[in-house]
């Protein structure tokens, strides 16, 4: 497959580009995009027949169900660091294996009810959460050891928004392409 073909499989809306500014207008509608993100993908996926579920977005790709599970564990582990973010002084935070954990059991066969029911309380609570944030809070970092890089929590509103649309449109990418 051609690289830019590939690369638009892999980055269906591009890849994640930060604002010049974090304006207040732009924070609460990424907040709004985090909140209303269990809905809009529960929209996309509820129908879906098992062997839809089956159906990797890409070659080489996850399937859908393993998307669907993965951005739980994803949007959880943001969730956490948020909070470690607003507890500690400029946390280390723990990095994990997402591909790894997208091949465990429960990923790969789990159905995806519980995972959308655990998404509409996530979100419910990282949107409210991300709602009360002070300006100096926003300004609160952590360190990602991978890279060892520190990462603003206005900079993180920015990046699991962009995270889910971009997730939502490896399904919906897919849906149409099948004809689904």
């Known amino acids: 497959m051609e690289n830019s073909a590939l690369e638009k499989l892999r980055y269906p809306i591009g890849k994640f580009i930060a604002p010049e500014a974090y304006s207040s207008e732009y924070l609460t509608n990424k907040i709004a995009e985090i909140a209303s993100f269990p809905e809009r993908l529960k929209k996309e996926v509820i129908r879906l027949t098992e062997e839809q579920l089956e159906t990797p977005y890409r070659q080489d790709g996850w399937t859908i169900r393993q998307v669907i599970h993965h951005c739980a564990d994803s949007h959880m582990n943001c969730f956490i660091r948020i909070k470690w973010t607003l507890t ?44 009360s944030l002070s300006e100096t809070d926003l300004e609160k970092s952590f360190i990602h050891p991978e890279h060892n890089v520190a990462f603003q929590l206005k900079e993180i509103i920015g990046t699991y928004a962009w995270h889910g649309n971009h997730h939502l449109a490896h399904i919906t990418q897919l849906k149409k392409q099948k004809g689904w």
């Open 88 to 131: 500690e002084d400029k946390p280390v935070i723990k990095f994990y294996h997402e591909d790894r954990w997208a091949e465990l059991h429960d990923n790969l066969t789990m159905p995806i009810q519980p995972t959308l029911s655990f998404l509409e309380g996530l979100h419910f609570r990282l949107a409210y959460l991300m709602n």
